[in-house]
């Protein structure tokens, strides 16, 4: 599977927006990004995928790169509930996912 | 609560023992997974399964682990003579899936922490 690399950590105030980079430059035609968030101790949770086109949902908004080598997960407004892991994985053809070690974002109030 | 539910939350145990854990998926989800999280990592794969059948075993199950799906709904995992190194958060997922590998959700459970003394 292809890898991603993220910042290991990042820092928001609250009711700012939030831009979490993902980069995976060996993606391949097929593969899908994910986004998966954990907070503390709870198990990982989804929050968005997509191939191409820039997604959106009511958690949050995928940015997708015209090359497909990066991609941006956009919080609108952070919360201190948002404070997190967040996982960037590529699903190409095999059900596990691949974790990285993530970006742990810190809202601050 | 329709969520993915695991049992026990915590386990202590000393070296040696043997410990079992449960996983209840999200009703009529036909993928199991299990995942090993240790501290500050990501989630790493171990096993899943397609309704009882085990699809594949991650070369960190060693033959001390043992995973079971019996009638395709709730799941076990057991660690036989566990090893201190064998301490880490042991996560479960379920989807269901249509065949389509790569929109696959997958929904976690909390987890079952598990420390070897």
């Known amino acids: 599977d292809a890898k991603t690399t993220q910042p290991n950590s990042m820092e928001s105030n609250e009711e700012e927006p939030v831009h979490l980079p993902c980069n995976h430059s060996t993606i391949s035609g097929t593969d899908y990004i994910h986004w998966y968030r954990q907070l503390p101790s709870q198990g990982p949770e989804y929050v968005i995928h997509g191939l191409t086109s820039n997604v959106n949902n009511r958690m949050a908004s995928l940015a997708i790169a015209e090359d497909r080598k990066s991609s941006t997960l956009i919080l609108h407004r952070a919360t201190l509930r948002d404070a997190a892991v967040y996982y960037c994985i590529l699903r190409s053809g095999t059900y596990k996912y691949i974790f990285g070690t993530g970006t742990r974002l810190k809202v601050l109030a | 609560d329709t969520g993915v539910s695991q049992n026990p939350r915590h386990k202590i145990t000393k070296r040696g023992q043997n410990v079992t854990f449960r996983c209840d998926p999200i009703s009529e989800h036909n993928r199991l997974y299990w995942y090993r999280q240790t501290l500050g990592q990501g989630p790493e794969f171990l096993t899943y399964?397609?309704?009882?059948?085990?699809?594949?075993k991650s070369r960190l199950l060693s033959d001390r682990f043992s995973a079971e799906r019996p009638k395709g709904s709730f799941s076990t995992l057991e660690i036989q003579r566990t090893e201190q190194g064998d301490s880490a958060m042991y996560l479960c997922a379920s989807s269901f899936s249509q065949g389509r590998v790569r929109t696959d959700t997958q929904y976690f459970g909390p987890g079952t922490r598990l420390t070897v003394l």
């Open positions: 399964f397609q309704n009882e059948a085990q699809l594949e």
